[in-house]
């Protein structure tokens, strides 16, 4: 049985959920091709990593992101860090020629993940869009690709996310520009952004509209996570980041003639809807399909389809993605190239909204 | 251009129901082969009648309904009359050598439908099960029909309908043993026997399950419509009839093997899921179709699927089912043989829930 | 029992569908305040005029919509011609002091329905947007209205319509740049954008992007409608109008804070899916309401909810209120100068595809 | 940090399914009470016991559950044995002090459950019926415990499993009587009873029916899982057991009036729809409820809404509700009290099966 030793840096809720993943892989997938071993976990606050070296088992722990990108010890550097933390971590550990798994978005600029990309041309990443690793997800693209569904001419996407709908939700790094880049683009529209371009391929140009509706926030006094809250005295603080962003985007292919149509929900991620033209008239419509063991993924966790997964079910698959990757040397998906790409994406909206105007992603 | 002579017994609100679709029939399918001719109305209420016949545009009005069954100037008679009315009009009428169409249930009894349907052998007659007129119902029949989801091994229907469950609403003829027959079981219950009888075929055997819930209500100063509301010192009445009704029903059919599936509900009457076995693993579910121009009775509303058939209009397909079938001379369909079997299944269950056991059909 | 004479324009397909709902409009809601009377139709095709007079109904008709227009025994002019000829009916009959109901569009261009609304000033008009006369709709704008669901912060809609997605359904006046004015915007996106004025208010700008998939299409012998078949030699067009629209909207309200959401889908279109962000924390959700007697125009139809509308039913209600208004010298709703808001959209979506760019409203 | 140190019987499928659970416990929850550590693993077959010990990480192995059931190092006997296996077990283990977590269904016969559940009097049991730890479940049971919605009047339940509704499927341990006892009856609607009784409590009397559509099945050459295959010349043989059962239930409460409802699919597991009679006239409607830390054990695993559990998850919270309960000395629910009221009420649908009649829970 081979191993693949993992260097996580960030402890905080990402690093654990990364972490009872790996956990995870061989009890769901077995032993082949390889087991991942949790080496070495970093944590700007060293009593954080400690804390959880404990909790999640990993045999050595470090205040200091750098002991892993170095440690000889080390086949995968996985990255947990904040947003703007992502590039030098990376690029650290691509020198010296590690494997990275890094979560989304790659990082907060185009100019960022270029380098990124260039620097892992040849190397094994992984971006963690946990949602393209569902099944579902999975077996969208194999019938797409499979020419199923004709060409591609409507691609339709939304992200409702409520948490920050209440405007008592005290301030927090998702509304600082500098660390997150941007607010509903960057962190729900990346999703829709990379779930296109997973699906239907490369975007041609983009225009996009924002609108910040909650323009201030309390300044919590503790942290900002989920459950922040702040007191009715707080100090309040702008908020530069969007609320809601949309946006009209052409894609490069050209296309003629639609046969089918998929509609997919995450809240009933166990389903996807297909329609195909090229049933007999009187009985076309959208059929839901729960997915089972035929589709990509699934067959490891339940024998019969309707069964269920979960959110972190899709965690275990990335993860698996990953070990399997490093352990074969072979590529993994979705790298750092397809991060690159979403990140262009977001940056030419943002551009686009800056500038009142449509953009092309050349520019970018 | 022909027409077919109507007399109306019963003029509230169902007694509407079925002029305003007389008048849609031509409107929607055209004249052919005949256009529906309002004659002659009656009413118990000879006021209502008048108004009625005013109102909806009858040519005539009577506050006795022999004079309908008699008069040689109406070749069909339309039964809207209280439930314990409806053998007298038909026996009556069906002896004049009328088509009959009236309203469900036929009868209180099954000794009474046996009668009527003897009687009514080699006329023209139509049972008002209106639910069975939806193009979607026509559709799964011609599916079962064609075999195309194998033998039927299962149905399982339910009929929900909340408007009494307000302990609130007064006593009506509903709740009265001697005027509507039983509760849950005869207005709501029927419904559902006839969809499985309409579907899957004979019933062998059954066995019920009753229970009211509301044993008394306030009787109401006025009449006891869907409107009606009982002030607060109102005196009560023991509630003779059943709010809520269960059943196991044995088919006649010993079928082996399922190869598809169907759900309807009638809140999304547009509607039908089909579940074929026979497509390929990982492509199995349930298919939403919106009825259209495909399915039986929908094209002479729209040219297009999925624009939306309502009640009402399932009641003009009904009326024109009776008003072709007299012009030509062809029996019309559920005729008061099916309305008999509906009205046994319902006595049987009846004896079963009153004698705590079994009760074959064969029994009544 | 006061009369509305009614001369309707275009004895089509949507000629009959308002001949229908002016039939049904006293059935289903009885004879107050008034009655229409069918007058007079007119069609470009006096055979056509003569055999839709006999089978709706109709006291006379005409080969020549003027004399529609300047009858003195016509109340209420009823335009269902096609959309190019919507102007000159509308304007002749407003100068003839008619009230006017006008099918949507109201005309091809804001040049025109900018002339309509400002000649219809002080008189009774009525659009057929009929997906707006449907209960929900009512009851949404009463909700909002009510400021139930706060500030609207969001508005997603789309018009799937797929009828057109078969390249072998043959070249129409849809595909007419000249006949149709556009193709997908002015079809479907117009009734888009008038849910969203209706419910959400005034646009202030817009971007657009549109694509036409099915470039050309066969000529077909006969006539073009619905049914229409063009055969294996036939002649090819060139398509020039859009399949697929797509626009970015800014309002002019610039509000802040959510509380509530609605869903609406034409297809379940007896539900309204309501979210209420007041409730209890665990108890948040979408509820799905079947319309019924509490939302405005079910209750004429059927006494508790549930029980179903149809298509055709949103245009009785429409014809009743075109109807009602004109009796009760009221004005009707939406009008022209709302149809004129729509097409003012529709243009400014149009302009920003041309010149690729964001244009405001004020611009048109 | 305390330890409750484990012994499980069973290395097949669901042995697998419950190391991975207690192998998250402590990720998801954290170490408090009580942390699980996997000390021994027992199966018939010795070869598999010692491989599921190397994979799951078990301190040691067995091929006799005897040493499980009295080695004083373990405090918990975890039983995913054949279910004809479970009372031998069980009873060994509950002799030797030991808690016990026990597969359902508790037996196959309400005789030995009645034992089992005698002797388990004052000792910490659990049995697995897995999807009644779904948050969802809990919220339901939490707000009909609170009187939220009512008395309940009436509970209607359905599990349709189609993985045996394949004639191809071959024969197997659940259609052979001694080993499975029953067929759809024990293995799906004891989920079903379940929920019934969790929910709406006692039941009184029931009456049952049941068909065995395909009545021989192949036998296959190797094992019979879930992905057995047989060959085209395999022998056949008889099932004993049933693929569909139906029964009528009547409860032990005799309640009046309802105020509420809930709807639950399992397909859709991270949903509850709930409909309150009490709102007001116009907005009543089932809310589709996506379950969040404000339901019972879910915040453990995400800090908002909507996020997913599957069902993995579900078995991840039983298995914390068993080891915490170990940790603390307090009972751990559903026991085995519980356990033997679905056995009885299984047994009573088969008797009624059996002789055609009414059977009272008492006579069981």
Redesign the interface.
Known sequence: MREVRVGLVGAG?MG?AH??AY??V???F??EPAVPKLELIADVDPERAQAAAE??GFARWSGDWREVARDPAIDLVDICAPNDAHPGVALAALEAGKAVYCEKPLANSAAETRRMAEVAEGAITLVGFNYLKNPAQG?ARELIRAGELGEI??F?G?FD???M???DVPFSWRHDKRLAGSGALGDMASHTLSFSQYLVGEIAEV???W?T???ERKVAAGGS???AQAGAGAAMRRVENDD?V???I?YQSG????IGALVFT??????LL?YR?TEP??????????I?P??PGYGA????P????????QKIIEAREIVAAVAEGRPAEPDFAFGHEVTRAIDAVLRSIEE???VQLDEI
């Open positions: 809720w654990k972490a009872v956990k995870n061989p009890l769901v077995g032993p909790a999640l077996y001419t409507l339709r939304t996310q409520d948490f709908s209440n405007p225009c996009g509209l609108e509706f909650i323009r996570g989920h459950t809601v949309q946006c009209l052409r296309a003629i003639g639609t995450q809240e009933r991620m166990n389903e297909l033209h008239p009187g009985e076309r419509g959208y059929k839901t399909i729960y089972g035929e589709h966790f339940h024998p019969i309707g069964i269920g997964l979960g959110y972190n079910d009142r105007r449509w």
